[in-house]
């Protein structure tokens, strides 16, 4: 037999640019003095001047509650508020109710406190206006924490990002304004109307089709650039070009109207990024859409399954979760989330394609790439190994000491041939194809 000649490739370039996701930055800017036009990158807070203004009408405020003197505009803003509070009882049961049924994983992890203004904020969801009072004034870290909970339960919640708040004397927060978009209603329309025609592609399809299918559709659908609204879904459905946290808030979105359990998480790579955290049978798995459609050296884009439906093994060798850290003043985080763990291997998308290996296994590597051979000579080959010192054990032996692949290729190929040999070291996965 005559032994092949081959090129052994890094992967390169191949990741995306990631910066900041919206929540991070929402809450760097919620202060009186300041709304939010930037992104923070470097997840630095400062949260100084955040109690309340300083004019007449505020400090009367401040001194009264939610009443305020000499102002009538505002007074009939606050009897308007508090007549809704009064008699709107049975439509907040009703909605609170709606709210109980959704999938909230960060909401479930709040305390009462925290709950009720994150109540407070999907009644404000329902029926958004530039000013919203809260119906109990609650600590400012309360606040916090329930705001940031709410921004990554509700994707839909994409224009809450330039809020600011106002607090009482005893730094309570009592009320919110934004600036509402005018197209707002118009946006929402008509992301609905593509969510719901991808949703119904394949709404007779198993839950875990649903998740690759969004996470295909994505991809497809998008281009990895960065743009005016790039933070939230609707640069994904609308513009058709985002970046990492609008990928895994679209991806929850569409989740969210298939009836399926994912949330977005906030974190660091080399830069900041955000993913999805999905729950399926009663097992939690991890996907990174923006990471499934990297950027090629040659500017091209393409479609991996590397971070589909993995584990924390595989995902932690190159992210970090942030988003148990929620900013409460000047450069201070506390913990407050926490995630499960994701320890499943059955569902990766190399799992799912007989090309998944707990650890290394010549013989069984063996055979499963002479089948894929006998399919198709010529076609890119990949298998994943899980355990990542196998895997650096497995291109020592397979690529560089023995070269072990070319004996594989020889047993199909009885003549010369040259191959490619891809490694991607971070997620444990190598591909192998006969160059023709």
């Given at each position: 037999m005559n032994g092949g000649q081959f090129s052994i490739m890094k992967v390169g370039g191949m990741m995306k640019k990631i910066i900041s996701i919206l929540l991070a930055l929402c809450l760097s800017g919620c202060t009186v003095l300041d709304s939010i036009d930037t992104y923070n990158n470097e997840y630095n807070y400062n949260y100084k001047n955040k109690e309340t203004y300083t004019t007449e009408e505020n400090q009367n405020q401040t001194k009264n509650g939610f009443t305020v003197k000499n102002s009538n505009e505002s007074k009939d803003k606050n009897e308007t508020n508090n007549n809704q509070t009064k008699n709107g009882f049975q439509l907040a049961e009703k909605?609170?109710?709606?709210?109980?049924?959704?999938?909230?994983?960060?909401?479930?992890?709040?305390?009462?406190?925290?709950?009720?203004?994150y109540e407070d904020l999907y009644a404000f969801l329902?029926?958004?206006?530039s000013m919203y009072y809260l119906k109990k004034p609650a600590k400012t870290q309360d606040f916090f924490i329930a705001m940031t909970a709410f921004m990554y339960d509700f994707p839909e919640a994409y224009w809450l990002q330039g809020y600011r708040y106002y607090s009482d004397s005893q730094k309570r927060v009592t009320s919110i304004t934004v600036s509402i978009p005018e197209d707002l209603e118009t946006k929402m329309a008509q992301v609905d109307a593509i969510a719901n025609n991808v949703v119904a592609a394949v709404a007779n399809e198993s839950d875990y089709?649903?998740?690759?299918?969004?996470?295909?559709?994505?991809?497809?659908?998008?281009?990895?650039?960065e743009n005016e609204c790039d933070q939230d879904y609707t640069s994904v459905f609308l513009l058709k070009?985002?970046?990492c946290a609008g990928y895994a808030r679209a991806f929850q979105y569409l989740c969210k109207k298939a009836g399926l359990k994912c949330t977005t998480v906030r974190g660091q790579t080399n830069e900041p990024h955000a993913w999805n955290l999905v729950e399926l049978n009663g097992q939690y798995y991890w996907i990174d859409v923006t990471w499934g459609d990297p950027v090629n050296d040659d500017g091209s884009q393409s479609l991996v399954y590397y971070y589909f439906m993995v584990t924390d093994e595989l995902l932690f060798r190159t992210h970090i979760s942030l988003n148990g850290q929620v900013p409460?003043?000047?450069?201070?985080?506390?913990?407050?989330?926490?995630?499960p763990q994701c320890t499943d291997n059955s569902l990766t998308y190399y799992a799912q394609n007989g090309a998944?290996?707990?650890?290394?296994?010549?013989?069984?590597?063996r055979n499963y790439i002479l089948q894929k051979l006998y399919e198709n000579p010529y076609q890119e080959i990949s298998f994943q190994i899980g355990d990542q010192a196998s895997f650096q054990y497995a291109v020592e032996e397979l690529l560089k000491n023995?070269?072990?692949?070319?004996?594989?290729?020889?047993?199909?190929?009885?003549?010369?041939?040259?191959?490619?040999?891809?490694?991607?070291?971070?997620?444990?996965?190598?591909?192998?194809?006969?160059?023709?």
């Open positions: 909605e609170n109710k709606q709210l109980k049924s959704l999938y909230l994983f960060y909401y479930d992890q709040l305390s009462s406190t925290q709950k009720a203004v329902q029926k958004p206006s089709n649903k998740l690759k299918y969004f996470y295909d559709w994505i991809i497809n659908w998008t281009e990895y650039q070009k985002s970046i409460v003043g000047s450069y201070e985080k506390i913990d407050v989330f926490t995630f998944y290996f707990d650890t290394y296994d010549y013989y069984a590597i023995n070269r072990y692949i070319t004996n594989i290729f020889s047993e199909y190929f009885p003549g010369r041939y040259y191959y490619n040999a891809i490694t991607k070291d971070d997620a444990g996965v190598i591909t192998v194809q006969i160059v023709s």
